[in-house]
Structures are given as structure tokens and as C-alpha cells.
């Protein structure tokens, strides 16, 4: 197997932002899920636990 490695210069010239672009998720183990808060914790409800620490995604469109 080859390693290729690239650089790309890019401008950002708008932000959409319609659109969720940041969202918190489970993390825990290989769960992924997004988290609510509910009773005033954040909650999985795929792991069906509270979630301490979780893991912030962002979602990013390139046109």
C-alpha cells in the first residue's frame, strides 16, 4: 500500500447556516448516537445511559 499526501488551499466565502452543523453524541463504546437532556443530564437513548462526557460532531458541506 502507497501513502499519498495532498495539501489544499481553500477560502471560505459563506456559512450555511440552515442546517445543523454541531451536534453532541453518545461516544461511548461504539455508540454514536446523538444525546438529549432529559431530568437535567444529557441521555443516550441508544445506550439507554447518561452520557458524562460527550462528543461534540460537526458537519461541514463542500460545494
Do not use: D, T, Y
Not at 450555511?16 to 451536534?23: A, D, G, L, P, V
Amino acid at each position: 500500500m502507497q501513502n499519498a499526501e495532498f495539501n489544499c488551499r481553500v477560502a471560505i466565502i459563506g456559512v450555511r447556516n440552515s442546517e445543523e452543523w454541531f451536534r453532541l453524541m453518545c461516544g461511548g463504546g461504539k455508540c454514536m448516537k446523538g444525546v438529549s437532556r432529559e431530568h437535567g443530564e444529557l441521555w443516550c437513548a441508544g445506550c439507554e445511559n447518561p452520557v458524562m462526557f460527550p462528543q461534540a460532531r460537526f458537519g461541514f458541506h463542500i460545494l
